[in-house]
């Protein structure tokens, strides 16, 4: 059965129950309103010649037979449409025949009246026959139920109905649209077909790479090609350079925190990093980066980096060497160097020196959005958020639409362009201690 979750309604209401769980638009197209089997007007023609073919042995009889139907049945809006198509195309056909060339028989090659048109242009008078002249013949309206005329049914079973259910059992204007036999009470309703969303695959515009490619089944909801913007711009890991002692951030004591790009791309990237001097707020804490530009190597297989730089135990034996005096506090942060590197990634380090969080300080030391707002600290407040800005250039192999020339001189001579990202992002470093 079909259910609402919403108005808890079930499909049971109006006797409408399927057999199975898929081609519901088919079954409902032959179920009515309390159950019963809905037969179209071809199904009665079909069931009137089987009945007719059952009594009638000779095929020439079944053939010149008249089939019977009731002219004053009561027909649904399809069957009354399907009449009525069928009905004027027949007018049509008889009052206006059709010629050679799809006219009419006025208008036909070869017609009589186009032959005395033409006769007439060269002798300046008519050869028409006024009295053999074929008169069109006119179109008539449909008179019973088999030609699709219907009587509109006496309104005194709807008054009573309206009586006894009240004008709550009655249909809206909006449910009257949607439907197609305009109802005029609730249990006349019925379900109706939906425009279902369609699954499709979406490609870049530049490089035409699948980016999402959903399963073809109607009940899965899974993508089996699901690519999002993470997993094409570097991420970002931000941890202390020294472990503290406690998790809280002392107010307007200066720490040091170690940034992590990690490079996806295949190819080595730029990475222009800003963050605001101060950070956004009524508590304002003074952000420094102490090496905003850098390059991050490509995203390649570890072995031809091993091979690229001459060994693996030399790479090996440089990153020990600086966690060894990271640990031993020998290996100091310097402006305009990097902290770390790595195959694909690189670690830089900022300087945060936490606001303080309180209230009674001069006049001098608050900023503008303290002057204007003195509350007491509020829900989050105290939480330490970096705005970045962070800019990424490479160079990659240019994209060649299909084609010869031009594009294909291009191709061999192996082309690079240039593509930039840029974007804002924000990064959650801890909550400051209250004084």
Request: aromatic share 8%; hydrophobic share 35%.
């Amino acid at each position: 059965m079909l259910n609402c979750t919403y108005c808890q309604w079930s499909s049971k209401e109006i006797g409408i129950q399927l057999e199975k769980p898929n081609s519901v638009y088919a079954q409902l197209s032959k179920i009515q309103n309390g159950g019963n089997a809905y037969i179209t007007a071809k199904e009665r023609r079909k069931e009137g010649k089987r009945e007719i073919s059952d009594i009638v042995e000779d095929s020439s009889e079944f053939q010149d037979s008249q089939l019977t139907l009731d002219p004053q049945e009561i027909l649904d809006a399809d069957s009354q449409f399907s009449n009525l198509k069928s009905f004027y195309q027949s007018q049509l056909a008889d009052s206006a025949p059709s010629g050679a060339l799809g006219f009419s028989a006025d208008y036909g090659y070869g017609s009589p009246g186009a032959l005395s048109r033409i006769m007439g242009l060269y002798t300046g008078s008519s050869f028409a026959d006024k009295k053999a002249k074929n008169k069109t013949g006119t179109m008539r309206e449909a008179r019973d139920a088999l030609e699709g005329f219907q009587i509109s049914a006496s309104s005194e079973d709807a008054i009573a109905k309206l009586r006894t259910e009240g004008w709550h059992a009655t249909a809206s204007t909006a449910q009257r649209k949607e439907q197609m036999h305009d109802p005029r009470f609730l249990d006349e309703i019925r379900p109706f077909a939906h425009l279902l969303r369609t699954k499709r695959s979406k490609r870049c515009r530049q490089c035409r790479h699948i980016l999402s490619k959903p399963e073809s089944k109607v009940q899965n909801t899974r993508f089996r090609i699901r690519l999002v913007a993470l997993n094409y711009i570097p991420s970002i890991a931000i941890q202390p350079l020294q472990q503290p002692s406690h998790s809280l951030l002392t107010p307007m004591k200066p720490v040091q925190f170690v940034l992590t790009f990690k490079n996806p791309l295949f190819e080595g990237v730029r990475v222009n990093i800003a963050t605001p001097a101060s950070t956004p707020g009524r508590f304002a804490s003074k952000v420094t980066v102490l090496c905003p530009q850098f390059e991050v190597g490509a995203n390649t297989d570890v072995w031809d980096e091993a091979l690229r730089e001459g060994g693996a135990r030399g790479g090996e034996r440089e990153k020990r060497r600086t966690k060894a005096e990271a640990n031993e506090g020998q290996h100091q942060a310097e402006a305009g160097k990097v902290w770390e590197r790595g195959r694909n990634w690189v670690s830089v380090v900022i300087e945060v020196v936490p606001a303080s969080l309180s209230m009674d300080v001069p006049s001098l030391m608050k900023n503008q959005d303290m002057k204007k707002d003195d509350s007491p600290l509020r829900e989050d407040e105290d939480v330490l958020e970096i705005p970045v800005f962070v800019r990424v250039e490479w160079e990659t192999d240019a994209v060649h639409e299909e084609g010869g020339g031009l594009a294909a001189a291009n191709r061999d001579k192996e082309v690079k362009e240039r593509r930039e990202l840029a974007y804002w992002c924000v990064i959650g470093v801890g909550r400051i201690a209250q004084d």
